[in-house]
């Protein structure tokens, strides 16, 4: 059995969000095992949504939102950038690859791109191999998933 990795995304509702969208009603082909959590900006991007991300067990996490100058609320983009570069040393501090968590500029009306952006991380993972906090996840008698410190 391959092991098939756990990407959460979060998207940008304006580009990435729609990028996705885009990609969906063309039927463009991308790992199933992608879920996507639309968010109003990537500027809405907190650290903590990609530590709860990698506690549960998520092998990737990518953000995707508009391209520099094009973003819907003027620099969010930009403060989630700051927000991903500095979520990227948090990980490194705590044995994470920070390549795990990914930023991408996504417009609108590029699903195809989206689609091709998805499988590439996706295989990036792939060979990285499982999310080293999965070994410290157990399920409780409930099925909910608590980490082991």
């Known amino acids: 059995m391959t092991f098939e990795p756990k990407i959460i995304t979060f998207m940008c509702n304006w580009c990435g969000y729609a990028a996705a969208d885009l990609a969906g009603v063309s039927r463009l082909q991308y790992p199933a095992t992608v879920r996507i959590i639309r968010t109003m900006c990537t500027g809405r991007f907190d650290p903590g949504f990609a530590l709860r991300a990698f506690e549960k067990g998520a092998d990737g996490v990518l953000v995707c939102g508009c391209?520099?100058?094009?973003?819907?609320?003027?620099?969010?983009?930009?403060?989630?950038?700051?927000?991903?570069e500095m979520t990227q040393k948090m990980l490194e501090g705590i044995g994470i690859d920070p390549e795990?968590?990914?930023?991408?500029?996504?417009?609108?009306?590029e699903g195809p791109i989206f689609a091709e952006l998805v499988r590439e991380f996706s295989e990036t993972i792939r060979k990285k191999g499982p999310n080293p906090l999965k070994e410290s996840v157990s399920k409780t008698e409930g099925g909910e998933e608590v980490a082991q410190i």
Do not use: T
């Open 67 to 84: 391209h520099p100058g094009d973003c819907q609320y003027i620099e969010g983009n930009l403060k989630g950038k700051d927000r991903v």
């Open 100 to 109: 795990r968590l990914r930023l991408e500029w996504v417009s609108a009306s």
